[in-house]
């Protein structure tokens, strides 16, 4: 089989293997029902081992381009007819996430059909059930799952609580901790944050940034009781806050006895190598509440988000709003439980990171 693989390039040899089988795949050159060639012939082809070519395949089988058959090998069940149609000819969906740079998502479709039908398959009728009031267990273990191996964030799923995005939550949180009071917004910050809190009566102080995050001066100066912070990779400025001044903004709520919601967004997307210590987990017993979202990390689409409440603040949160059903529809939670879980939302990322890492180096070659 006519496979080049690129051993100087910084994409692993596997991931390149894989992507190669898929479009080929995904082209018709192996139709449904066809088998793809042995583990030990594709090794010597492309003259490597023959673990690289069982990762490849592993990729493939776990988006549903093809299955493993015992004593046999490898067979394609990719087929278009059984997909939802992508609009493109290639059978691929290529999104803007909106406020990242442009970062082109190669989303594979047919892993996003395959795993609904199996959910589908798995829950049944369990899907048209009401959610419990702050999510599926099934999510919020998995979320707590992955927040531990991926963003060193230890917290119980009782402290996971699920919403249908980030503009959602915004709400939650400021109903939870008042609606008379000032919140300090980094100065430039996405503009519906500040609409948010503004609609649920608080008042906005705008906090002037330096290269490093907030200015200390400014921190001093307002009269804030919540400071809403982006610590990484701020939008639209795309400033991170050093360690020192994410440090200060620790200080700055213990010294007040006041609380920090910390957005983060953007960050799975962006890094690279070992990820910054986030707000939440250096201050886990204070009154930091962690935000993200799934709309960048999988489809603009999936209205889901989620926050983190520190333990102290789980009475509260139960006696001012634990009351609200979760807007999250049962279906979409189970599917992203199933999605993280199975580790195809990290291997998601890790493509967005290497398309975006690969796309920045080609503009700095031009």
């Not at 939650?172 to 500040?194: D, V």
């Not at 919601?261 to 910054?276: K, Q, R, V, W």
Request: net charge neutral; with cysteine; charged share 25%.
């Amino acid at each position: 089989m006519n496979i080049s693989v690129n051993f100087s390039c910084e994409t692993p040899v596997y991931i390149q293997i894989y992507e190669i089988l898929k479009n080929k795949i995904i082209s018709g050159a192996f139709p449904c029902g066809s088998k793809l060639p042995s583990k030990r012939s594709l090794a010597e082809d492309c003259a490597v081992s023959i673990a690289t070519i069982e990762h490849a395949y592993s990729l493939l089988r776990d988006e549903d381009y093809c299955e493993t058959r015992e004593r046999s090998g490898y067979y394609v069940i990719y087929s278009p007819e059984r997909s939802f149609p992508t609009g493109t000819a290639t059978g691929k969906t290529t999104v803007t996430i909106s406020g990242s740079a442009d970062i082109p998502a190669d989303i594979p479709f047919s892993a996003f059909a395959g795993r609904m039908r199996k959910v589908l398959s798995d829950y049944g009728e369990r899907i048209l059930m009401k959610s419990p009031e702050n999510g599926c267990p099934e999510l919020r273990e998995a979320i707590s799952r992955y927040l531990m191996r991926s963003r060193n964030i230890s917290v119980s799923p009782e402290q996971v609580i699920i919403g249908s995005g980030a503009e959602y939550l915004y709400g939650m949180c400021i109903q939870m901790l008042g609606r008379q009071r000032t919140i300090a917004l980094e100065n430039p910050s996405y503009e519906k944050i500040k609409s948010v809190y503004t609609a649920n009566g608080a008042v906005c102080d705008m906090l002037e940034m330096d290269s490093e995050g907030i200015r200390p001066d400014e921190l001093s100066r307002t009269r804030a009781s919540v400071l809403h912070v982006t610590p990484f990779n701020s939008f639209p400025s795309n400033i991170t806050a050093s360690a020192e001044r994410r440090a200060e903004y620790i200080k700055w709520a213990e010294k007040r006895d006041s609380f920090i919601i910390e957005d983060d967004y953007n960050s799975e997307i962006i890094l690279t190598g070992t990820a910054p210590e986030t707000l939440f987990s250096m201050c886990p017993d204070g009154n930091v509440i962690y935000i993200n979202t799934f709309s960048k990390t999988i489809a603009p689409s999936m209205r889901a988000g989620y926050m983190l409440l520190p333990k102290n603040m789980l009475p509260m949160y139960a006696e001012k709003i634990g009351f609200y059903s979760c807007t999250v529809p049962m279906l979409e939670q189970y599917f992203l439980a199933d999605w993280i879980d199975s580790g195809d939302f990290e291997r998601n990322i890790n493509r967005m990171r290497h398309k975006r890492n690969n796309a920045k180096q080609s503009s700095t070659i031009l």
